[in-house]
């Protein structure tokens, strides 16, 4: 069955450091991947999301995730975090029946 | 563009009662997903409606039930409250069943 493990539980991080956050997924196929992030409170963002093509994805406020078939991963990076981006982090593959299934989640704490 | 709504926000019942949880879809989207999202997990798919019908489900019990309205609305109703379902319920809204999936932020429900 396709499923997604996010190993950190919690991270900390510098302003103004580098991020990353790691997610592996377990799936027969391509896997269509996502990220997405949550503010306290808020619902689900999509940061960004990976169907095929170039394995470097591009996303929203900076972030950028690489797909990485031999090590079956879609880390996420961000070369410097800013105060806002202390938020939990999600990563999740999509079934081919179209449901996702999400990882348990990192909790990003930025320290000033 | 108003993104995926959700209503209420906070919800507060007892054991036993019933809930309706009702979502309104991004404009031009015509399928709505539901997840629970329990405290300190990530979301679990509970069901997805497209064309008025329940597509796909997750591995949740009947007394989770759903409907799907012309205007592509949606209501998420649980029957016979527990407290374990006390959770965030977390709609998303795509262009359809294949879509990428946009959460709106979700109501928190408290059952005592």
């Known amino acids: 069955a396709q499923s997604v493990t996010q190993p950190d539980i919690h991270i900390t991080v510098s302003e103004g450091a580098s991020l990353e956050l790691r997610c592996n997924y377990s799936?027969?196929?391509?896997?269509?991947l996502f990220w997405y992030v949550q503010s306290p409170g808020q619902g689900l963002q999509l940061l960004l999301k990976y169907f095929s093509g170039d394995t470097l994805v591009q996303g929203i406020k900076g972030f950028e995730a690489e797909f990485k078939r031999s090590q079956s991963s879609f880390n996420l990076r961000k070369p410097s975090v800013h105060w806002s981006d202390a938020a939990e982090y999600f990563c999740a593959v999509e079934h081919t029946d179209y449901k996702l299934s999400f990882g348990a989640g990192t909790t990003v704490t930025v320290r000033a | 563009d108003a993104g995926v709504t959700q209503s209420p926000t906070h919800l507060i019942k007892t054991r036993g009662q019933q809930v309706t949880l009702r979502c309104s879809p991004k404009?031009?989207?015509?399928?709505v997903s539901w997840y629970q999202q329990a405290l300190g997990q990530g979301p679990q798919f509970i069901f997805q409606y497209y064309e008025e019908e329940e597509r796909q489900r997750g591995n949740f019990p009947d007394r989770f039930s759903g409907h799907q309205f012309p205007n592509y609305s949606s209501e998420l109703n649980v029957n016979a409250l527990l407290l374990g379902d006390s959770a965030l319920y977390l709609c998303?809204?795509?262009?359809?069943?294949?879509?990428?999936?946009?959460f709106g932020p979700g109501t928190r429900l408290l059952v005592l």
């Open positions: 404009s031009g989207h015509d399928t």
């Open positions: 998303a809204s795509s262009l359809n069943p294949r879509g990428t999936q946009y």
């Open positions: 799936y027969g196929a391509t896997p269509y």
